[in-house]
């Protein structure tokens, strides 16, 4: 159960309360570069946003680097259909520094 403890919107210690209510308030789906050790994943029955960041971050709440790096996925459910190819950035910091760049910036 400790993968779903509520930890807010774990960005760490470089992102204050502030810059989290701007995030929550205004949705922000930066662009993600595609990089060469991204990850590639056929979608099975069952397969989630939040459980696939789970297994390639070890944090539910990174689903939305999965979601912005895919952009033609459904914007209202976590769900995925199967046999849907999706791409999972290899390197989840740089789509936290994207994000807070572009929290900076308003």
Same mark, same amino acid.
């Given at each position: 159960m400790s993968k779903y403890s509520n930890t807010l919107f774990s960005l760490g210690n470089s992102l204050d309360v502030e810059m989290k209510r701007r995030y929550y308030t205004s949705v922000i789906d930066p662009e993600i570069p595609k990089q060469n050790d991204d990850i590639y994943v056929i979608c099975t029955i069952g397969e989630r946003l939040d459980l696939l960041a789970w297994k390639y971050y070890q944090n539910v709440e990174y689903w939305w680097i999965i979601a912005a790096a895919n952009p033609e996925l459904r914007k209202d459910s976590l769900n995925l259909e199967p046999g849907v190819q999706i791409r999972?950035? *290899?390197?989840?910091?740089? *789509?936290?520094?994207?994000?807070q760049e572009q929290l900076n910036s308003r």
């Open positions: 999972v950035p *290899a390197n989840f910091q740089n *789509a936290l520094l994207l994000l």
